[in-house]
């Protein structure tokens, strides 16, 4: 068995003007001096990825929010894995449920959108996870289950893929999981995940998000089978930030 060392993983989302690139300068910074005892990404919008990534904070690694599932063509105002890639992003994320929600996409979208950031060498963080009502209904586990199950690609590696938990309803609310529900589907994805990989499946870093915040990341990142997480709002300011990455210092 490996236990992935953990990931926070920041989604600025559709944040961030030029003003923005002082929080990478500041986050850098911090992790210099006080140290991470954890891996690191931030995913800003794409039109800053090159600046920040030419502006080598090394302790901050870049990450993109989305691909399109094509390599190239005619796909007016869509972004590319391998553009991505090019620029110097090792992670993107895929499937989040604003882009299922806002874009409709299915799993098979999400499936062919992993499919080319893993092609483009890329690892990519595929988000799932429940609606209010799923889970009023008593079906986060079915849905969770199909999630996984239908948006990993095919010719997936357990090196290339990371899987984000993210109930929907937990988004952007301020409103959290208890640890057991967390424990619950993290374990269940787990066990796809060594259905489909065998032992490697173990060393797949399964992240939780929504509403991660410094005061409940320690709580959140000491559940079994929680390997890091996928941080919206609080990634948007370095202090914040860097408070959910100094969990870790807390956690074994
Ligand atoms: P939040 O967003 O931390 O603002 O809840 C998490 C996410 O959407 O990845």
Not at 9 to 30: F, P, Q, S, V, Y
Not at 124 to 130: L, N, P
Not at 158 to 182: L, R
Request: charged content about 20%; some cysteine.
């Amino acid at each position: 068995m490996t236990t992935p060392k953990a990931l926070v993983a920041g989604n600025w989302k559709m944040n961030g003007l030029k003003a923005a690139i002082g929080e990478i300068t500041r986050l850098n910074d911090l992790i210099s001096t006080s140290g991470a005892n954890c891996d690191v990404l931030i995913c800003p919008p794409f039109t800053l990825i090159s600046t920040l990534v030419g502006m080598g904070a090394k302790n901050v690694p870049i990450g993109a929010q989305d691909c399109h599932m094509n390599v190239s063509g005619a796909h007016t105002g869509d972004i590319s894995a391998q553009m991505v890639a090019e620029l110097g992003c090792g992670h993107i994320i895929v499937g989040h449920s604003e882009r299922r929600a806002d874009h409709g996409e299915s799993n098979d979208t999400v499936k062919a959108k992993a499919a080319a950031a893993q092609a483009a060498g890329t690892n990519a963080i595929i988000c799932v996870g429940e609606t209010i009502d799923e889970r009023e209904a008593g079906s986060t586990i079915d849905v969770v289950r199909a999630q996984v199950k239908g948006s990993i690609p095919d010719d997936a590696r357990a090196d290339n893929t990371t899987i984000a938990y993210e109930p929907v309803w937990a988004i952007g609310t301020g409103k959290v999981p208890t640890a057991a529900d967390v424990e619950e589907v993290h374990r269940e994805v787990r066990a796809l995940l060594m259905d489909r990989f065998g032992e490697a499946g173990s060393g797949v870093r399964i992240l939780y998000g929504g509403s991660v915040k410094a005061s409940n990341a320690e709580e959140l990142m000491s559940v079994p089978n929680v390997n890091g997480a996928l941080v919206g709002g609080a990634s948007l300011k370095a202090d914040d930030f860097y408070g959910i990455i100094s969990a870790y210092d807390k956690i074994g």
